[in-house]
């Protein structure tokens, strides 16, 4: 089993910042991409941003030059800096991982942290 750990979320001021934390743990061989996710009330979720093993990165256009995302591979976390913050910005994030428990199958599971509230607000 693999658990993802998502927190950081909280109430914020427009022009704010936050980050975001997200660790998985359990019965990890590697993991490969990871990336964010938002869902505001009445809309489908979307994705934030990515991030391969590698550290290759992509985001979607609302948030470029505003939230940067990272991982460190050898606490296997996954970080999400949000800087700017704007009103449409609140949501409920959420992380995600494909992870492999295994060096024998290479099969990957799909992972979700359980969410973490961002809130902005003035």
């Known amino acids: 089993q693999v658990q993802l750990v998502d927190a950081g979320g909280g109430l914020v001021q427009p022009g704010g910042s936050l980050r975001l934390s997200c660790v998985a743990s359990?019965?990890?061989?590697?993991?490969?991409?990871m990336r964010w996710y938002r869902q505001a009330p009445g809309k489908q979720r979307e994705l934030v941003a990515g991030i391969t093993r590698g550290g290759s990165t992509n985001y979607a256009d609302s948030v470029k030059g505003r939230f940067t995302i990272s991982r460190d591979n050898a606490k296997n976390t996954v970080y999400l800096q949000m800087n700017s913050l704007k009103l449409e910005d609140t949501a409920a994030y959420y992380c995600y991982a494909e992870v492999s428990t295994s060096a024998y199958t290479g099969v990957r599971y799909q992972y979700w942290g359980q969410g973490t509230q961002v809130t902005v607000s003035s």
């Open positions: 359990g019965s990890i061989f590697a993991i490969y991409a």
